[in-house]
């Protein structure tokens, strides 16, 4: 089993920045061997794909809507990764949702093997 635990939400104005953390933990658990996203879900909609990396970092993945806005990084030694997200819009508003895969890179909910709790994020105009 692997917990992870997303903080650094909170309220921001368009144009702002944020960082959001994921740690994970677990009991026999190597977290290189994971691969982790984040995914968001606005009031009403679908949890959607935002971005993910590969359990050594060489390959990550965005969606379109954050492509150039975000920036996803992982410290392997920490057992963290980390969610810079710029430029932010009011349409970014949701709960962002740290997302854990053995062995490949998350880019489907029904690729994730472990979620955190969320963190909210909200982005006011």
């Known amino acids: 089993q692997v917990q992870l635990v997303e903080s650094g939400g909170g309220s921001v104005q368009a144009g702002g920045s944020l960082r959001l953390s994921c740690a994970a933990s677990g009991r026999t658990f190597s977290f290189s061997s994971y691969g982790v996203g984040w995914f968001r879900q606005a009031l009403g909609k679908e949890r959607e794909f935002v971005t993910a990396i590969s359990g050594t970092g060489g390959l990550k993945n965005y969606a379109d809507s954050v492509k150039g806005r975000f920036t996803i990084s992982r410290d392997n030694a920490k057992n963290t990764v980390y969610l810079q997200m710029n430029s932010l819009k009011p349409e970014d508003t949701a709960v962002y949702y740290c997302?854990?895969?053995?062995?490949?890179?998350?880019?489907?909910?029904?690729?994730?093997?472990?979620w955190g709790q969320g963190t909210r994020v909200t982005v006011s105009s």
């Open positions: 997302a854990a895969a053995p062995l490949i890179v998350p880019r489907r909910v029904g690729d994730v093997r472990f």
